[in-house]
């Protein structure tokens, strides 16, 4: 009867974990231009939407939101899926570390946008591995270079806010950053 009681426990589980898989979707925001009418340039903020972080790392169930990342990570096979996945994993981390920030937790922040930039570091391969399989790329390379633009812009304000060793590592994740511009950059050569 123990045997049957744990089966039917793990098939329950398992189901709920499809549907889950069924119902997860991916979005990206849009977007927005608008045209200047100033003759000299100044500078405008990014019109770049960032999406909602949900749990946020210091939450005590964030290790199951990291757990399903992986998994997705894992079961997307086509890279250009697997860039936009990553890219969107790259901004809720941003937004996420925005978010940490505003909280206090600014060490814990400067840390969550790093691991985002990691993500952001895998959109990019996967965005050159896609466009070596002949797929159109232009779409996914035009958003990795507005959420670059955004993370340079985000970092470097809450870089003039920072204290001590955080602004340090916000620094290195500013350059990480211009690196990763130019990688985007160099996709269409």
Not at 15 to 38: D, G, H, N, W
Request: hydrophobic letters at 40%.
């Amino acid at each position: 009867m123990y045997v049957i009681n744990e089966m039917r426990k793990f098939f329950l589980v398992a189901i709920a974990f499809l549907i889950f898989l069924q119902t997860y979707k991916v979005s990206f925001a849009q977007e927005k231009i608008t045209p200047t009418s100033t003759p000299f340039p100044t500078p405008t903020p990014i019109e770049y939407q960032l999406p909602y972080p949900g749990l946020l790392p210091d939450h005590p169930l964030y290790f199951i939101k990291a757990v399903r990342d992986k998994i997705m990570d894992v079961l997307i096979s086509d890279p250009f899926k697997k860039a936009e996945f990553n890219l969107l994993s790259a901004d809720k981390r941003l937004n996420a570390g925005i978010f940490l920030f505003k909280n206090g937790k600014q060490q814990l922040a400067a840390d969550t946008i790093s691991k985002g930039e990691n993500y952001f570091e895998k959109a990019i391969d996967n965005a050159k591995e896609a466009k070596k399989q002949g797929k159109d790329v232009n779409g996914i390379i035009s958003r990795l270079l507005l959420s670059v633009k955004k993370q340079q812009a985000v970092i470097k304000d809450l870089e003039n806010k920072a204290s001590g060793k955080v602004t340090q590592s916000l620094n290195l994740s500013l350059q990480r950053a211009t690196d990763l511009e130019k990688q985007v950059n160099t996709i269409n050569l």
